[in-house]
């Protein structure tokens, strides 16, 4: 009776502990039997494959490397350079030394990279895709994004590649999004075959932190503001837009010292983008208020914290409750915390004019950086300014576009009041 009892127990501990180990963090898992679980296997088999052949010891890139491309397919049977697969695939691996070189400089190990991405094979889904039609996935740790990306984008980043890395090289603390990889899968399908470009990315949202408050901000203001039904309103399910900013009076809080490191940060960044020839390209604010803390269902833990060693103090030490916000550990972001903009736990505190901490972390960075001044866009500025100020829109050449974007995140740090149009 006693063993009986036992094996059930363990029994019962084991599919709790499997249950556990298969959720995933947000949005929804991509299981076996969902629409894009063969794009998502694809994707990931080939990602650990890749990069476990993109190994050895690393050589000065030139410039080939940054037209380079392997190629690998994948089947049932498997072959010498690739292993046995559910399904049969072609995948293309874009300039895998210099995404190897990237991985490096942001302080990615390898190995972790892998576990990571490809360790247990799942990936969550954030709902229908946005605006652009891209599917957004997220690593089972929430650290990662896998992004599909149009043929356009993927042109423009190969096109970019050198500058882009160039600029990390020479600004660790680049503030523009940090890509790890750039891919290709293609697929057999109805009419042929289908090609699906991808990128790997960082996630700058945290997965042990509750974000309470969003924003996207571009700096134009034509159509950017995201509806509020209430005071009441739970905001951090929406991203606020840029109206929504200047009418909530909000602003980034630093204080001399990060401040003039944030606009020499943005200042190089936005240099870089009027170089490259892209606009609309926003920086995406996420920020956790240290005093409301995690709305989480962790139960209240204790430890066991003696002063010293001796036998005097550890009879008289007493378990003292766990502060969440600053016991638990947290590194979710090796190799990361010797940046400024990632050095509070994978974010940045807000600051007084005495260089104080406050109460917010910010967690912040500039994305959707691959789209390019074209001729379809120069057709949308024609078009648009004839029934808007062109101040307000958000299709401008780069280097307006660029100007403008700066205006208005120091001026939104500098807490300089804005006339909305």
Known sequence: MRNSILVKRNIKKKRKEFLEDEKVLVGNKISEGHENFVMAYNMLTGIRVAVSRCSGIMKKLNDEDFKSTKKLSFNMDGSELTPSSKYDFKFKDYCPEVFRELRN???????????????????????????????????????????????????QLRRILKDYYNHVKENPNTLISQFYGLHRVKMPFLTGSKKIHFIVMNNLFPPHRDIHLKYDLKGSTWGRTTKINSNKEDLSSLTLKDLNFLERNDSIKFGPNKKSLFFKQLESDVKLLKKINVMDYSLLLGIHDVKKGNNSNFEKLSVFDPKSSDKFELIKTNPRDIDRENDLPTNVYPGRSKYVFYGHDGGIRSTNELNEPLNEIYYLGIIDCLTNYSTKKKLETFWRSLGHQRSTISALPANEYGDRFLKFIKDGTSKVKQKIN
């Open 105 to 155: 400089m942001f302080g990615l190990d390898p190995a972790d990279y892998l576990v990571s991405i490809t360790g247990k094979y799942i990936l969550s889904e954030l709902g229908s895709p946005g605006k652009s039609g891209s599917f957004f996935y997220y690593s089972r740790d929430y650290r990662f994004i896998i992004k599909t990306i149009h043929h356009s984008e993927h042109k």
